[in-house]
C-alpha cells in the first residue's frame, strides 16, 4: 500500500513571497504519478499540478513549481509570488500506473495554507 | 456550464438512519468516486465507478452502499452500519487518458446526531 505525508499541517507566507510545501511518500511502485492538488474554502479541489515518475524533469505549471525527487520519496511544492488567492488547503496525492480507466488516488493529509498582506 | 453537482449541501440525519447523497455530473466522464475527508486525515476512497453498473470499493467501503445506473450519476448511501458517518463527502469523476485528473463536486456536509 501506498503512504502519502504531509508535515506541515499550517503554513503562512506574505503576499509575494515564494513558499514550499513538503510532500513525501512511500511506495514499492516504479511507474506512477504525483500530484499536488488545491482546496479553497469555497470547498472545490482543482488540480494544481502533475508528475510523472518516469520524467525526470520537474513539472511547472505559471507561479507553481516541484520538486521530485525520486530516490528520496519527495514531492514538494514551491509557489512563487504568492498571491491572496492561493489561500487554500493543499493535497499531495499518488497514483500508480494501471490499466483501468479510473484513477484511484492516495491522498496525504493537507497543508493548510495562509496568504497574507 | 458542464460540472459536478453534489445534493444537498448540508444534512442532518439521526442515528441509525439511512442516507443518500446525490452526485451528478454532465461532463461526459466515464469514472466517478467518492471520497470522504476527515479533519486531520486527508481524502479517502469509499467507492469508485469505471462504467455503468460497474463499481469497486475503496479503502473505506464498509457501512456504504453505491449504484450506477446512469453515465452521468453516482449516489452513495450511507448506511446505519457506517460507525462514524459525521464527515464531509466529495464526489468527483475523470475522463479516460488524462491521468489523475479529478474533477471534484463541492461537496456534502453529513452531520449524524
Known amino acids: 500500500a501506498q503512504t502519502v505525508t504531509q508535515s506541515q499541517p499550517e503554513m503562512s507566507v506574505q503576499e509575494a513571497e515564494t513558499v514550499t510545501l513538503s510532500c513525501t511518500y512511500d511506495?514499492?511502485?516504479?511507474?506512477?504519478?504525483l500530484f499536488w492538488y488545491k482546496q479553497p474554502p469555497s470547498r472545490q479541489m482543482i488540480l494544481v499540478i502533475r508528475q510523472e515518475a518516469y520524467k525526470q524533469q520537474n513539472a511547472t505549471e505559471n507561479r507553481f513549481s516541484v520538486n521530485f525527487q525520486k530516490a528520496a520519496k519527495s514531492f514538494s511544492l514551491k509557489i512563487s509570488d504568492s498571491q491572496l488567492g492561493d489561500t487554500a488547503m493543499y493535497f499531495c496525492?499518488?497514483?500508480?500506473?494501471?490499466?483501468?480507466?479510473?484513477?484511484?488516488?492516495?491522498f496525504g493529509t493537507g497543508t493548510r495554507l495562509q496568504v497574507t498582506l | 456550464d458542464g460540472g459536478i453537482t453534489q445534493s444537498p449541501k448540508y444534512l442532518f440525519r439521526k442515528e441509525g438512519q439511512n442516507v443518500t447523497l446525490s452526485c451528478e455530473q454532465n461532463l461526459n466522464h466515464d469514472a466517478m468516486y467518492w471520497y470522504r475527508q476527515d479533519p486531520g486525515q486527508g481524502l479517502r476512497l469509499i467507492y469508485y465507478?469505471?462504467?455503468?453498473?460497474?463499481?469497486q470499493k475503496g479503502d473505506i467501503a464498509e457501512g456504504y452502499s453505491v449504484s450506477r445506473e446512469k453515465k452521468e450519476s453516482f449516489p452513495l448511501t450511507v448506511t446505519s452500519a457506517q460507525k462514524n458517518p459525521t464527515a464531509f463527502y466529495l464526489c468527483a469523476s475523470s475522463l479516460t487518458g488524462q491521468v489523475g485528473e479529478l474533477f471534484f463536486g463541492e461537496g456534502s456536509r453529513l452531520t449524524v446526531l
Open positions: 496525492a499518488f497514483m500508480k500506473l494501471s490499466t483501468g480507466t479510473a484513477s484511484k488516488l492516495t
Open positions: 511506495t514499492s511502485e516504479n511507474n506512477y504519478y
Open positions: 465507478s469505471q462504467i455503468v453498473n460497474d463499481f
